[in-house]
């Protein structure tokens, strides 16, 4: 009985692909696959699992089935069917290998691996009609069968390990148990702190030991400069063309995106971490306490603390700390899902007992305290003794004696103890010191001299001393104001107010778009008035601490609103807002611009007609838009009115041009962009076309790639 047609065509495609697959796969070195074979390539991980469960399937059919005759007539179509989908498939993968980086030895094994088992699929499959002896005899093709599918799992496995990692197979606590090496001493170096951490946390799932992508191992300083496959990842000497981070910054829909989408994401802080440590030359080298409390990579570094917990201990129900905060003492989590808390005092002429007191109810969750300047007792000490997981302490003048200290000793999480300011006492401190559990402590007395510093040094190897008086190294950033108008669309006017929780804080704010300083802008003393469109910028100053960040709010005039909005040219899919009534909804977007409240556009310049019902006279629109240049998001570089009676024949009004960003020009913000509309006349419709910047500069990662434009609401005067 001759094989139905398209079994014959099926089995003699197999004698075209089957040489084809060898031939690419022994050259794939020197071959350069076109944009679309390596698309077809993603189609390998799509469908791989097909012919694994089949081919299992089959090998399980052949060891269970003892009788060549009692099978199915369909298993023999199946064969056929099974080995074009194998043979089609480690095609595929030879056209993805080509895309990424892999690890070499493993991409390797699973390479071969799968153009042998597609060679396997074809013998089985011609086994089965044309040889007699693999008909007859049970224990040939038993045997086969086992061979097969161990072949099939063991290469499996090494295609598993070259996407999850070589230890895929790990069990799950051993992830979890892994902890973060974070030093918080201001002795450690920038590295230390944020830098290595950060890259652990983000980067070392797909460029550490267990798997290198690309050659490329981000462990330590040595192999971050040795680079990967693709070279240098630090690149000349203010490293503008950082491959490090062009990939960190290109859109997360880009493949090349780091790290992959899917993957835990760096938020807005960590890509101008990185990006501050990159181009002020990657010194892996200088210590927190070198930099300059004012400087940018500093604030970022002080303040970085990992995206997810890394604690042992039980998680507790988070608690509201706003009751915890007021004008003596701040209270707040290390940082965003964590249940550990820091908690520092001020104004030590306030303090009383009643105040630590009244952190009972979260006791147990502070690793840090910060009790500078506060007058201390005994009691005090004894609550302090009681917080059992607590890690740092400053008590620092804190009016003590040695003696006094001791409870303390218990604290087995101590680690880290300043205790400047108290008065030396040789033997008393000499047995605070024994058996303690400390491993850093920071001490300094007026009476205090060198050879009794060298002395404590020699005594207490194992404990790391550091001798001064660190009052400088403990400013704290006091926080931004708060501008207190929940409105930002003036229709008449609005009464703009400036607080602050701390007491005797003062609050400098300007309206003419410059960032506020404490000599020349204007002090905030009482409500002012604003009648049309404004920008409100405002910092807080206060004697002891660093000046805060400047917060800003944009307040918009709008006197009319159009009858009917059409948009000519749609949003970029991944940003579409929503839709048309995003330009007139009234509700501002922030500088989150996945938060579904903005239109982003990339490849199309934005493009709208709005209509009204009877011819209207126009003299200026306004756009609120974001600009965030780490993420590829510029100002608009045009915008260009043209006005209609009839809806089809326009005639261009106006056309502004605007500026792009400068190399130094790193920021966040939301701006408005204001197109004047001369003339006296009248029009039903107008129409307005966005432009964005088609080509990102060279100092940029994104260079010659189009840059984005948001834009979230329209505002007609």
Request: proline content about 5%; charged content about 20%.
């Amino acid at each position: 009985m001759s094989a139905p047609k398209w079994l014959a065509l099926g089995r003699n495609a197999l004698w075209i692909l089957n040489p084809f697959l060898g031939i690419i796969a022994y050259y794939h070195q020197e071959i350069n696959f076109s944009i679309y074979f390596q698309w077809l390539g993603k189609m390998h991980p799509m469908l791989l699992h097909f012919p694994i469960v089949m081919g299992l399937g089959i090998a399980g059919y052949y060891i269970f089935s003892t009788d060549v005759k009692k099978m199915s007539p369909l298993f023999s179509p199946l064969l056929t069917v099974h080995s074009l989908i194998t043979t089609i498939i480690a095609i595929f993968g030879i056209f993805l290998s080509k895309q990424g980086s892999y690890d070499n030895n493993l991409i390797f094994w699973h390479q071969w691996g799968g153009v042998g088992f597609a060679y396997m699929s074809w013998g089985l499959m011609s086994l089965h009609e044309y040889n007699d002896s693999f008909k007859t005899l049970y224990s040939f093709r038993a045997l086969f069968s086992i061979l097969f599918a161990g072949i099939l799992i063991f290469f499996t496995h090494k295609g598993a390990q070259l996407t999850h990692g070589t230890h895929l197979l790990s069990w799950p606590e051993e992830e979890f148990n892994r902890e973060l090496k974070i030093n918080l001493d201001n002795t450690a170096t920038l590295y230390e702190r944020a830098i290595g951490p950060l890259l652990q946390q983000k980067c070392l799932s797909c460029h550490g030991p267990e798997k290198a992508k690309g050659d490329l191992l981000l462990n330590s300083p040595d192999n971050i400069l040795k680079g990967g496959k693709h070279g240098a990842i630090l690149m000349s000497q203010n490293n503008t063309n950082s491959l490090l981070l062009e990939r960190l910054f290109l859109p997360l829909s880009d493949e090349n995106h780091m790290p992959p989408e899917g993957k835990l994401q760096l938020t807005k802080e960590e890509l101008s971490l990185l990006n501050y440590w990159v181009l002020s030359g990657v010194n892996l080298k200088i210590k927190m306490n070198e930099l300059a409390q004012s400087d940018s990579l500093f604030l970022l570094a002080h303040h970085w603390m990992p995206s997810i917990p890394y604690s042992d201990r039980p998680k507790t129900k988070f608690p509201n700390l706003e009751k915890y905060n007021s004008n003596y003492c701040t209270a707040y989590y290390s940082y965003t899902g964590s249940d550990n808390i820091e908690v520092s005092f001020y104004q030590g002429e306030f303090y009383t007992h009643e105040n630590l007191k009244r952190l009972t109810p979260i006791q147990s969750q502070i690793v840090y305290l910060n009790m500078q300047n506060m007058p201390l007792k005994d009691e005090d000490i004894a609550f302090i003794a009681q917080c059992e997981h607590l890690q740092k302490l400053n008590i620092n003048y804190t009016q003590l004696t040695p003696d006094q200290l001791f409870p303390l000793k218990k604290l087995t999480q101590l680690k880290s103890i300043s205790i400047c300011g108290l008065a030396y006492d040789e033997e008393t401190w000499h047995a605070f010191f024994k058996n303690a559990p400390f491993d850093k402590i920071h001490l300094w007395s007026e009476n205090l001299d060198t050879p009794q510093i060298d002395m404590i040094r020699k005594a207490y190897p194992k404990i790391n001393f550091t001798f001064g008086d660190n009052l400088k190294n403990n400013l704290i950033k006091i926080t931004s104001p708060i501008i207190d108008q929940d409105s930002s669309i003036i229709t008449d006017y609005l009464d703009i107010n400036i607080t602050h929780f701390l007491e005797g804080t003062e609050i400098r704010y300007t309206t003419n778009g410059t960032d506020p300083d404490s000599l020349s802008s204007s002090e905030f003393k009482n409500p002012f008035r604003i009648t049309d469109h404004t920008t409100i910028k405002a910092k807080a100053f206060k004697s002891g601490w660093i000046s805060s960040d400047v917060i800003q709010k944009t307040f918009y005039r709008s006197e009319i609103s159009p009858d009917t909005i059409f948009l000519i040219t749609q949003p970029h899919r991944q940003y579409p807002g929503n839709g048309i009534q995003t330009l007139v909804d009234y509700q501002l977007g922030d500088q989150n611009f996945s938060n579904g409240k903005w239109l982003g556009y990339l490849d199309d310049n934005m493009v709208f007609v709005i209509g009204f019902h009877q011819n209207k006279k126009l003299k200026e629109a306004r756009f609120n838009t974001l600009i965030d240049n780490a993420s590829y998001i510029f100002p608009l570089t045009s915008i260009k009115v043209a006005g209609s009676l009839d809806g089809i024949r326009f005639k261009i009004l106006n056309e502004i041009k605007f500026p792009s960003l400068k190399k130094d020009d790193f920021k966040i913000e939301n701006k408005s962009f204001n197109c004047p509309i001369p003339g006296e006349n009248s029009y039903k419709f107008y129409k307005f076309t966005l432009t964005n910047l088609k080509n990102l500069p060279d100092w940029h990662p994104g260079k010659n790639t189009p840059a984005w434009i948001f834009i979230d609401e329209l505002f007609l005067n």
